[in-house]
C-alpha cells in the first residue's frame, strides 16, 4: 500500500537553528500538506502546496516557515529560527485530488531545547 | 471560518460493546467533507471513515458508521464490536468543498477500550 514516508521521526534542536523536516509524498499525489500537533492539542493546519507553489497557509506559517518540492518526490519544511514553543509533531500528508482522503505521514517530532 | 467541536475529551468502553464518539461543526457552505481519523499511540494519523455532504447515505467501513445529520450539522462516529486495537485517540474534520484544502480538526476524543 502506498504510504506518505517522513524524515526523521524525532528531531532535537537548539532554539534559533534551522531545521529541515523532510517528506516523500504517495507518488501520484499532486497535493501536499503540512500540519502541526503540539502535545496534547489538536492538529492544526500549516500550508498546502500544488504546482509548485504555496496554495494556502495559516496565521501560524508565518516568515520564519518554507515549503520546498525540490526534486520530483521530496517535499520539505524549514523552519528558518526555530523557537521553543515550535515543539510538536509535525505532519505531512498528501492528496491524489483536494478534498480526498489525505495520507498522513508517521510524523516528525520536533523538540527545540 | 470553520470550527469542529469534540464535546467528550476522554470516553471508555468494554471490548466488544459499540460507543459513539460525537462531533459538530459549523460552515457556511453547502458541499463540503468530513472525515475520522485515528491517532494510536504511534501518533500516526490513520483515516478510518469519510463523507461527502452531498450524500444522504450514512457511510460505513466495517465496524466504522456514522450518523451524518447535516441539518444538524452532527458528524457522530460509532464503533461497533470494539477492539482493544481501537484504544486511541479519535479526530473529527472538516474539508471545504470551496477550493479550500485545509482540514479542520476538532480536538479530539481519547477513546479507551478495556478488556
Known amino acids: 500500500e502506498p504510504e506518505v514516508t517522513q524524515t526523521p521521526s524525532h528531531q532535537v534542536t537548539q532554539m534559533g537553528q534551522e531545521v529541515i523536516l523532510r517528506c516523500v509524498p504517495i507518488s501520484n499525489h499532486l497535493y501536499f500538506y503540512w500540519y502541526r500537533q503540539i502535545l496534547g492539542q489538536k492538529v492544526e493546519f500549516l500550508v498546502s502546496?500544488?504546482?509548485?507553489?504555496?496554495?494556502?497557509k495559516s496565521e501560524i506559517f508565518d516568515d520564519q516557515f518554507s515549503v520546498e518540492r525540490p526534486d520530483g518526490s521530496n517535499f520539505t519544511l524549514k523552519i528558518r529560527s526555530t523557537k521553543l514553543e515550535d515543539s510538536a509533531m509535525y505532519f505531512c500528508?498528501?492528496?491524489?485530488?483536494?478534498?480526498?482522503?489525505?495520507?498522513f505521514g508517521q510524523g516528525t517530532r520536533l523538540t527545540v531545547v | 471560518a470553520q470550527t469542529v467541536t469534540q464535546s467528550q475529551p476522554e470516553m471508555s468502553v468494554q471490548e466488544a460493546e459499540t460507543v459513539t464518539l460525537s462531533c459538530t461543526y459549523d460552515?457556511?457552505?453547502?458541499?463540503?467533507?468530513l472525515f475520522w481519523y485515528k491517532q494510536p499511540p504511534s501518533r500516526q494519523m490513520i483515516l478510518v471513515i469519510r463523507?461527502?455532504?452531498?450524500?444522504?447515505q450514512n457511510a460505513t467501513e466495517n465496524r466504522f458508521s456514522v450518523n451524518f445529520q447535516k441539518a444538524a450539522k452532527s458528524f457522530s462516529l460509532k464503533i461497533s464490536d470494539s477492539q482493544l486495537g481501537d484504544t486511541a485517540m479519535y479526530f473529527c474534520a472538516f474539508g471545504s468543498g470551496a477550493g479550500s484544502y485545509q482540514l479542520t480538526f476538532g480536538k479530539g476524543t481519547k477513546l479507551s477500550v478495556i478488556p
Open positions: 463523507q461527502e455532504a452531498y450524500k444522504q
Open positions: 460552515t457556511s457552505e453547502s458541499n463540503y467533507y
Open positions: 500528508a498528501s492528496t491524489g485530488l483536494p478534498n480526498t482522503e489525505a495520507f
Open positions: 502546496f500544488y504546482n509548485n507553489e504555496i496554495s494556502e
